[in-house]
């Protein structure tokens, strides 16, 4: 069939503008696309926004010149303050407790005259410069201390920014209490006593020597004497530290009298020996194994449970639930020095966990720096405290090491 002229033009402007739709959705698409990527692209302003933010975050990371640090870091400061008479306790023999003061806060001082001068950081000269003023006001109104109650009260000052010297020396004005006059040494005796005072019935847990069962006793003593109580009981569990003594001659008395020897030692450095033996004869004190306990209800009474670590969870319960009308017991114990059997858990640990929440129940935690022995004492204690921790990590190790072995039987080899 032949196709005549016109039509082939007819045809041709219909490529023509066929071709014309085609190129203009591919310029179409093309623009779209142009202006997605521009979209995409910052622009020069973001670009210096951008470029500005990470040279801020670099210079965040920069460490500071040494100048910029001292800008930055307070200065130390100097000021002098008076030192009246007496100032032989406040500097200790041999100036020991200057030594301590200037460890203790960081500070130096040098003695002009009768003026001490303080060096060191702005808070603490601030600290020290109110220590003296408070130790040269106390002296002058009459106030006399011992070098070791400074020590003390240095103690408790660098741990209780908010304590005074006046007012360590006000709380801790010693009671007389028959023959011994007794004070707490350090801020965890302090809130022990307060704790005795305020609470019936307080558990003190901690090292040895940190004065728990002494303060206890001398608490007791002091309510005996001010007629709060009518009498005392102190108990203590018959545990052998580690040894085996085997059959003890004597009475019942006689046998569990050496276990309970450390409490006759308080009580006799509290009292004269007379007066002790006195009112044990007419049962006001009364010393005894935990195990006398049962079936009892303690009235009117300061009841003492010493070596708590040494009873087992049936005793404790038994102990905790002997307290009676107007009365006060106080459990103290060292839970790094059990002597029971193995496999038998301390009656302290666990009343730790039954009771602690219990609403008119205090818990005071003591540490090394309470001991109130000889300062090897305190090393001695973090030493082993330390040796503990050491052990324990490596027995955690080992038995997960020992754990992954079962699992994979093959990974050893």
Known sequence: MGIGFDTLLEFGSVRRILGGCAASRLTS????????RKADEPTDAL?????????????KRRPLLAEEALRVTPPDMKASVRVGQGVEAL???????LRMLEKTFHVSTHLNDKTLEIEGPQANVHRVERLVNDYTDLTEAGARFDPSDIQSFLKILSEDEGASLKGLAEAARPRTLGKKSIAPKSLNQRRYVDAIERYDMV????????????????MAVDALLSKEVSRIILARPAVEAGERLGFLPGTLQEKVNPYLRPLYDALYDVLDPDRVERYIEKGIIEIAPIAFMRGRTLNDAFVILDEAQNTTSEQMKMFLTRLGFNSKAVITGDITQIDLPNGRRSGLIEATEVVGHVAGISFVHFNERDVVRHSLVQRIIRAYEEF??????????????REGERADPEAGL
Not at 47 to 59: C, G, K, P, Y
Request: aromatic fraction near 6%; charged fraction near 20%; hydrophobic fraction near 30%.
């Open 203 to 218: 558990f003190g847990i901690g090292p040895s020597g940190t004065g728990k069962t002494y303060l206890a006793v001398a």
């Open 388 to 401: 503990d921790q050491t052990r324990g990590a490596n027995g955690t190790l080992f038995k997960a090491l």
């Open 47 to 59: 670009r210096d926004e951008e470029s500005s933010l990470r040279i801020s975050t670099t210079e």
């Open 29 to 36: 698409q093309s623009l779209q696309a142009n202006l997605n």
């Open 91 to 97: 500097f200790g023999t041999l100036d020991e407790n």
